[in-house]
């Protein structure tokens, strides 16, 4: 039996609209998948595309940034920003090699906890297919990076 | 434990891992968890408790801080949204600055979404991580002091904005209230009876009109609406556009002669639902606040060809009060606070052709017959068929009228049930020969006296048919429904399809929000649901605040309600502006962005920016500056400086990158980067 590959996925919550979304999936109990892991931002606004750089040179497959609708954000429209940044992100990312499906943008307002562990649960499945990313294989040629083999970061320094 | 050489500035960590009773102990091993974070270097103790949010788990931080020379604290438990503040408080009183304080959240976004236990502890080992990781790189912050100007703006002069008007004005405070129509009042004054109690509607209303009219605290800005609003909580300026009355409300002494003498009349179709008619110049209805009348610029004859002034001839003021030449004046004045309380529109029924209103004549709108029922209004309380005539003799109501449908509005409109068995209760005793039916998917009368009184409608003869109505037609098939509307339905009850056929069809259409409630929460800067109703700050316990500071929000804006639960909205919106009013100066959360002005190359991107124009470009010294008072503290600046020279007080990006290296503790590569 092959053990099936658990992606790491880091995801960028804006404070107002998709951290609340995930709060309510939580308090009604909506199982999905666990391997996103939340950051909570005041706005996807805020999301510097170093960020999303940041995690996938640090181990994370994928990278979820979630804010509120187009229209419904609470800083006005702070999630047109991130979705400007986005686009030229993922033009970015496509000349490195890094597969598109692992950097995505959603929407999910707070009420919509449901959609969001969908959304949760979909780039999961879609993160897995694609496999662990390889940073220092893929971008850096195996150029001086080594993948640690879950040694915690107690044991570093 | 040991004392360790700690690598980050000699920081000492406290961890607290919560088990929430069986929350998050059930899938989470807490006692594993807080065991590995306690090896963590930064980490000075680590311990998991039962409750860490009772007053007992809150000494154990406090006790901590004192004796072990805690210099940050994480608290692994639910979500900051629910006790930050708690924790932040305990740290407090333990003698750290509040901001010396992190939480991870393992509750909501851990042990509640997934039973798997290895899978959910490595999650909460992650989050743990990520706030360690974060926390070390807090700085202390101070509250920003911000004074709350006592004046408050309300939107809307329906009975929820009526309400919490009076109420902050009875407490001394003076109180804005802009409304769009030419009379304060909205849907209510155009009832004729309230549920349960048969109340008259207006007999009850008008006097609350009158006080918010002749209120000495009350500024009443009618035919107004607001078109910007600067600031933040406490400090709000808006900008009103009064729009051209063509009335001098300071000569108009609403007499009413204007009216009775314009020789033209159009179809009301927002007072009378387009089933009476009023004069071009006009008061929606008799005991409108304020009394002064509108000239109807579109319909005016004057306005269209240059002729007439009827109502300017005939004014009998000294100086003329009829002012042609009136313009739209814009005001601008200060407000603390704004409470939002615009209403709600009814569901347009012709979105549901087969019900047939606008075809078949004898179809009719809730509110067109509210005011056919009212003695007041077209046909003064007589209820007649199109032909404004023939008095029906069978009466159909159909309930659910674009809710509870997958295709319109998936909710409950919560009021439809009341009002239909209040329309069967009006008829029944208007025309007591008259065959009422009533037909409902379910029907919902949860309110005080609401039950008893459909049981008082059971007994009075009304025919209840459980079922959704299919279509109104009038096709007749046999001789009986000729010349009758007939409502097919299948009444579930019996299981069987029934044709009912009746001489008037009054559909219940939904209550939903205000077309442009979109609009309206960007301009007030707060969010608004799918369906358009504003979002409250929190469903069960903040129904009345929203997530900007400073705005509230009551009545039917929010959701379906009906009067008393509007009143009550409208009352705690106003307890709770009267409250900051009291404070006189609250504490905001210092997250707030700032430019090092020694390293900004003065490029302005951040300029354009900032929604809130809270970042300014100094032209002498060519660099971009923050005004702390304005700026929200989003980050989107922060995100765009290409010379990452402005911070984001409490997500800087120090702390944010270490929030990702915490998180991604077990997949990190092993050391950083060997060559290159």
Same mark, same amino acid.
């Given at each position: 039996m092959t053990e099936q590959f658990e992606p790491v996925i880091v995801g960028f919550l804006c404070n107002w609209c998709s951290y609340r979304a995930a709060d309510l999936a939580g308090t009604a109990r909506i199982?999905?998948?666990?391997?996103m892991r939340p950051i909570r931002v005041m706005?996807? %606004? *805020?999301?510097?595309?170093q960020f999303v750089l940041k995690a996938l040179r640090e181990g994370a497959d994928g990278v979820m940034i979630a804010g509120c609708h187009p229209g419904e954000c609470h800083y006005v429209n702070g999630n047109i920003k991130a979705l400007r940044r986005f686009i030229l992100l993922k033009s970015m990312l496509r000349q490195l090699g890094?597969?598109? %499906? *692992?950097v995505q943008l959603v929407w999910a307002s707070a009420s919509e906890g449901i959609i969001l562990a969908e959304k949760v649960n979909k780039m999961t499945e879609e993160v897995r297919a694609l496999g662990p990313l390889n940073w220092s294989e893929k971008?850096?040629?195996?150029?001086?990076h080594k993948i640690a083999e879950s040694v915690p970061v107690a044991e570093e320094v | 434990m040991s004392e360790k050489v700690n690598p980050v500035g000699g920081e000492r960590v406290g961890v607290y891992i919560c088990h929430c009773g069986s929350n998050i102990a059930k899938v989470v091993d807490v006692a594993g968890v807080a065991e590995w974070a306690g090896?963590?270097?930064?980490?000075?103790v680590a311990r998991d408790y039962?409750?860490?949010?009772?007053s007992l788990g809150q000494d154990l931080i406090e006790e901590d801080i004192k004796?072990?020379?805690?210099?940050k604290v994480v608290v692994a438990s639910c979500s900051p949204h629910m006790h930050e503040k708690t924790f932040r408080t305990a740290c407090e009183r333990g003698?750290?600055?509040?901001?010396?304080f992190e939480m991870a959240?393992?509750?909501?976004?851990?042990s509640w979404t997934t039973d798997d236990e290895a899978a959910a502890t490595l999650k909460a080992k992650a989050l743990t991580s990520a706030a360690v990781e974060r926390v070390v790189h807090h700085q202390p912050l101070e509250p920003l002091p911000v004074e709350i100007n006592p004046n408050t703006l309300v939107v809307g002069g329906g009975i929820a904005g009526i309400s919490a008007a009076l109420e902050l004005a009875n407490a001394g405070h003076h109180v804005y209230i802009v409304e769009?129509?030419?009379?304060?009042?909205?849907h209510m004054a155009q009832l004729d009876k309230t549920f349960?109690?048969?109340?008259c509607s207006a007999c009850i209303l008008t006097p609350k009109m009158v006080d918010v009219g002749q209120h000495p605290n009350i500024t009443l800005l009618t035919w107004s609406e607001v078109e910007k609003l600067d600031g933040y909580l406490g400090n709000f300026t808006v900008s009103v556009r009064k729009k051209a009355?063509?009335?001098n409300e300071e000569h108009c002494?609403?007499?009413g002669i204007c009216i009775e003498k314009c020789p033209f009349k159009v179809v009301d179709e927002v007072f009378e639902a387009g089933l009476g008619e009023r004069k071009?110049?006009?008061?929606?209805?008799?005991?409108?606040?304020?009394?002064y009348p509108v000239i109807d610029k579109e319909n005016c004859v004057y306005f269209l060809?240059?002729?007439?002034?009827a109502c300017q001839k005939f004014c009998p003021t000294e100086p003329n009060s009829?002012?042609?030449e009136q313009e739209d004046q814009m005001l601008t004045f200060q407000v603390g606070n704004v409470i939002l309380a615009t209403g709600y529109d009814l569901f347009?029924?012709?979105?549901?052709p087969q019900y047939g209103y606008?075809?078949?004549?004898?179809?009719?709108t809730s509110l067109e017959f509210e005011r056919m029922v009212n003695a007041a209004g077209p046909t003064e309380g007589k209820i007649m068929l199109r032909d404004m005539e023939t008095s029906p003799k069978s009466v159909a109501i159909v309930h659910c009228v674009g809710s509870r449908d997958e295709n319109y509005?998936?909710?409950?409109?919560?009021i439809c049930c009341m009002y239909s068995l209040k329309f069967a209760h009006l008829i029944h005793e208007r025309l007591p020969d008259a065959e009422v039916y009533n037909c409902y998917i379910d029907m919902r009368t949860p309110g005080k006296g609401y039950e008893e009184f459909y049981n008082r409608l059971l007994k009075e003869g009304t025919h209840f048919i459980r079922g959704k109505v299919a279509d109104v037609t009038n096709?007749?098939?046999?001789?009986?429904?000729?010349?009758k509307l007939i409502v097919q339905v299948e009444d579930t009850l019996i299981g069987r399809q029934r044709r009912i056929p009746v001489d008037m069809v009054i559909l219940s259409p939904a209550m939903e929000a205000k077309l442009d409630s979109k609009e309206v929460s960007q301009l007030f800067k707060m969010g608004c649901d799918f369906d358009g109703f504003f979002v409250e700050r929190?469903?069960?316990?903040?129904?009345?605040?929203?997530?900007?500071?400073?705005i509230f929000i009551a009545g039917a804006c929010q959701g379906p309600k009906d009067v008393p639960d509007s009143v009550s909205q409208g009352a705690a919106a106003a307890a709770r502006v009267a409250g900051l009013i009291n404070l006189g100066t609250v504490m905001m959360e210092p997250i707030r962005a700032s430019i090092n002005q020694d390293l900004?190359?003065?490029?302005?991107?951040c300029n354009n920016m900032c929604p809130y124009n809270a970042i300014i470009f100094h032209e002498d010294r060519k660099v971009s500056e923050v005004l702390t008072a304005l700026?929200?503290?989003?980050?989107t600046c922060v995100a765009a400086c290409p010379s990452g020279v402005i911070s984001g007080a409490h997500f800087t990006n120090e702390q944010l990158f270490s929030q990702i290296e915490g998180i991604l503790w077990d997949v990190r590569p092993v050391k950083e980067l060997v060559a290159v």
């Open positions: 199982h999905y998948a666990p391997n706005c996807s %606004g *805020r999301v510097d595309p890094v597969e598109e %499906g *692992r971008v850096l040629g195996g150029n001086g | 090896k963590l270097p930064q980490v000075e039962k409750f860490m949010c009772s004796e072990r020379g805690l210099t003698g750290l600055n509040p901001f010396m959240n393992i509750r909501e976004h851990d769009r129509e030419p009379s304060i009042g909205g349960p109690t048969l109340d009355r063509y009335v002494t609403g007499c071009v110049i006009y008061r929606p209805f008799p005991q409108a606040v304020p009394k060809r240059g002729k007439c002034k009829i002012d042609f347009d029924v012709k979105r549901i606008g075809k078949l004549a004898n179809v009719f509005h998936k909710y409950c409109s919560k096709a007749a098939r046999i001789p009986e429904e000729e010349g929190h469903p069960k316990l903040d129904p009345v605040a929203t997530m900007t500071e400073g900004c190359s003065g490029c302005k991107i700026c929200q503290g989003c980050g």
